[in-house]
């Protein structure tokens, strides 16, 4: 069991960069396989990066690579994403999400640990 709670989110200009953070409550943020989801309004919640469970490997969709870069910190029980070259298609509520198994997958419904999300917003 594990309690996630996003921040950073807000309000920027197209152009401009966020940095969004998840902190993790429990012992063993370690043990999971992490990712960031976003969604908006009328659109399938969607996943834009993913992380392996040491930070060693990292996976994004055609969307988002080269503008956005996820980390984690297992020493301080959190995840990151740096957002850049931010445009209004990517304004929505982002969420932290976790998982046992150490792969990456398109598919929500795999991700049992969730965070309450937190809202970008990109003005043109």
């Known amino acids: 069991q594990v309690q996630l709670v996003e921040s950073g989110g807000g309000l920027v200009q197209a152009g401009g960069s966020l940095r969004l953070s998840c902190a993790a409550s429990g012992r063993t943020f370690g043990s999971y396989f992490m990712a960031w989801f976003r969604q908006a309004p009328g659109k399938e919640r969607e996943v834009v990066a993913s992380i392996s469970r040491n930070g060693g490997t990292t996976y994004y969709p055609r969307s988002v690579k080269g503008r956005f870069t996820i980390s984690r910190d297992n020493a301080k029980n959190t995840l990151y994403l740096q957002m850049n070259s931010l445009t209004p298609e990517d304004t929505a509520v982002y969420y932290c999400?976790?998982?046992?198994?150490?792969?990456?997958?398109?598919?929500?419904?795999?991700?049992?640990?969730w965070g309450q999300g937190t809202q970008a917003t990109v003005s043109s």
């Open positions: 999400a976790a998982k046992e198994s150490d792969s990456p997958t398109y598919n929500a419904k795999l991700y049992h640990y």
